[in-house]
């Protein structure tokens, strides 16, 4: 694809205060990412556990890392026939399917999260994308408030590996041009880059948008209170992810992946536990 948005605030043509001029959605209203401010958040008694669907197994066959010139994603979709859903946590129905995982980074010594809890910026934050099932396509469900679900994670560097990271960290180095996939060697369950499946999960809730161009209104965001660690060496490893190169150019690394936090304006944000 020739994508014409970057993320770089001092260029003048692409970086996002520019966003809005090739998609109007970006300059609109109830825009993502935000700042969780935790004393505004108000506990909803109805916000129950989520119910993971296939998230404990492995896949049959392994699942394909892309480079897309601006993150790298983790295609885990087998289809309608799918057996990784979310549903319950106050989600609207009646299920979301699970599409692909990405992820928001920083540069050396600079925190890339997307959200931030009280101020408190992480290394990196994962989201997992889902689809309500309602929907044919991923077209279709940008235009309802109800089409996607994200659940972000954030991601909390520590000293050693996280051996549940390892596979997809050494698929990293194979995505070396934009537009490059490659299968993974080994197969893991979905659970494993979560901060947990159990009912006591402890979430934020806010409607949201998507965090790039065309910022669709059109998320129903879970930020999950808990980050899931990730080593230094492995934060490390996104940071050498080259960016869209031209051909012939010397590719740059893509890093500061993350969209400026955006106003939350009359929304809530709403809190499963407290
Ligand atoms: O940045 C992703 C984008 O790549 C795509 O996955 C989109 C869903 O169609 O979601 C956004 S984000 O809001 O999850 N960052
Ligand atoms: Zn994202």
């Known amino acids: 694809s020739s994508d014409t948005w970057c993320y770089d605030s001092q260029d003048p043509k692409c970086g996002p205060t520019h966003w809005k001029e090739m998609a109007p959605a970006c300059g609109g209203p109830a825009q993502s990412p935000i700042n969780i401010d935790l004393h505004l958040v108000q506990r909803d008694p109805t916000l129950g556990p989520f119910i993971f669907q296939g998230y404990n197994s492995a896949p049959a066959s392994p699942w394909t890392l892309e480079n897309n010139g601006h993150t790298v994603v983790l295609h885990v979709d087998a289809g309608p026939?799918?057996?990784?859903e979310i549903r319950g946590a106050g989600l609207p129905l009646p299920a979301y399917r699970t599409l692909q995982l990405h992820f928001h980074w920083g540069g050396p010594g600079?925190?890339?999260s997307e959200h931030s809890l009280d101020g408190q910026r992480r290394p990196m934050e994962m989201h997992v994308v889902h689809m309500n099932t309602r929907y044919q396509s991923l077209g279709e469900a940008r235009s309802h408030p109800d089409g996607l679900a994200v659940l972000a994670v954030q991601l909390a560097e520590q000293d050693t590996d996280n051996a549940n990271f390892s596979t997809l960290v050494s698929g990293l180095k194979n995505v070396s041009q934009r537009g490059a996939s490659v299968n993974l060697t080994s197969t893991f369950p979905l659970a494993s880059l979560l901060p947990g499946t159990s009912s006591l999960l402890r979430?934020?809730?806010?409607?949201?948008?998507?965090?790039?161009?065309?910022?669709?209104?059109?998320v129903v965001w879970t930020v999950f209170e808990d980050p899931v660690p990730i080593g230094r060496a492995q934060v490390a490893q996104f940071q050498t992810v080259p960016q869209a190169g031209l051909p012939g150019s010397s590719p740059t690394p893509l890093r500061e992946n993350f969209r400026p936090q955006q106003p939350l304006g009359g929304r809530r944000v709403l809190a499963s536990f407290g």
């Open 110 to 112: 600079q925190a890339g």
């Open 81 to 84: 026939q799918s057996l990784l």
């Open 203 to 218: 979430y934020y809730r806010y409607a949201g948008s998507l965090t790039t161009p065309g910022c669709q209104p059109a």
